[in-house]
């Protein structure tokens, strides 16, 4: 990875890291592995180190505020706008059929192979070694992200599923309590029969937000596929 000044030590963790199952199922060799697990890793690192990073730079932001800016960051089209910037998609090892079927341009590819990456970089260099990588190559493009987290939360909830195809959204009152003058609905979110969240508020409106809002820190919304 000259390109972005990285040298592995492990160069089998960075070769892991752009290699698909497709490639690994059409060329079974004794400890060949694909990116599968560093994925799983990798994301967890991403999170923690855009964390820390919205942590330190916005000290006046809520919780969650920060819960909102992170999941804008760390969600597929950022992504994968990171990786082709860096041009993973090179670098991808893909089986035929992928190859063929247009996967070195997949979003969920792309985006797969930046979380695994940073998880090999991890193994490779711990830490230090992400943290220069993203101080580097991640962090100085974050504030292009603004307008993504800005954006309410119903219209963020209404995003996602509608990018996971996971049905219809829709809000019900569940109860109104309190004198008139100092009324607070309680409203709960669901998405097709399934209940993801609740919020209370002063005004539907705000029990509505407070609802997507809890619906949107459950991990199903952050699945990338």
Same mark, same amino acid.
């Given at each position: 990875?000259?390109?972005?000044?990285?040298?592995?030590?492990?160069?089998?963790?960075?070769?892991? !890291? #752009?290699?698909?199952?497709?490639?690994?199922?059409?060329?079974?060799?004794?400890?060949?592995?694909?990116?599968? +697990?560093?994925?799983?890793?990798?994301?967890?690192?991403?999170?923690?180190?855009?964390?820390?990073?919205?942590?330190?730079?916005?000290?006046?932001?809520?919780? &969650?505020?920060?819960?909102?800016?992170?999941?804008?960051?760390?969600?597929?089209?950022?992504?994968?706008?990171? !990786?082709?910037?860096?041009? #993973?998609?090179?670098?991808?090892?893909?089986?035929?059929?992928?190859?063929?079927?247009?996967?070195?341009?997949?979003?969920?590819?792309?985006?797969?192979?930046?979380? !695994?990456?940073?998880?090999?970089?991890?193994?490779?260099?711990?830490?230090?070694?992400?943290?220069?990588?993203?101080?580097?190559?991640?962090?100085?493009?974050?504030?292009?992200? *603004?307008?993504?987290?800005?954006?309410?939360?119903?219209?963020?909830?209404?995003?996602?599923?509608?990018?996971?195809?996971? &049905?219809?959204?829709?809000?019900?009152?569940? *109860?109104?309590?309190?004198?008139?003058?100092?009324?607070?609905?309680?409203?709960?979110?669901?998405? &097709?029969?399934?209940?993801?969240?609740? &919020?209370?508020? +002063?005004?539907?409106?705000?029990?509505?937000?407070? !609802?997507?809002?809890?619906?949107?820190?459950?991990?199903?919304?952050?699945?990338? *596929?």
């Amino acid at each position: 990875m000259q390109h972005i000044g990285i040298q592995f030590q492990d160069v089998t963790l960075l070769q892991s !890291a #752009f290699t698909h199952s497709s490639y690994r199922n059409e060329h079974r060799k004794p400890g060949a592995k694909d990116n599968e +697990r560093l994925e799983f890793l990798g994301d967890a690192v991403l999170e923690l180190s855009v964390s820390q990073y919205l942590y330190r730079t916005y000290p006046d932001s809520l919780e &969650g505020e920060l819960t909102r800016m992170r999941a804008a960051i760390v969600c597929e089209p950022s992504l994968v706008m990171f !990786a082709r910037r860096l041009h #993973f998609s090179r670098y991808l090892r893909l089986g035929k059929g992928e190859e063929m079927s247009g996967g070195r341009e997949r979003s969920s590819l792309l985006a797969d192979a930046f979380e !695994a990456f940073v998880g090999a970089l991890y193994l490779d260099q711990g830490h230090h070694g992400v943290e220069r990588f993203l101080t580097e190559h991640f962090y100085p493009f974050i504030p292009t992200l *603004e307008d993504a987290w800005k954006k309410d939360y119903k219209t963020m909830l209404q995003e996602v599923v509608q990018r996971l195809q996971m &049905g219809e959204l829709s809000y019900e009152i569940l *109860e109104e309590r309190g004198p008139a003058h100092d009324r607070e609905f309680v409203i709960q979110v669901n998405v &097709g029969q399934t209940v993801f969240g609740h &919020g209370v508020g +002063r005004s539907k409106k705000e029990a509505e937000q407070r !609802a997507a809002e809890s619906a949107l820190m459950q991990d199903v919304f952050r699945e990338r *596929e």
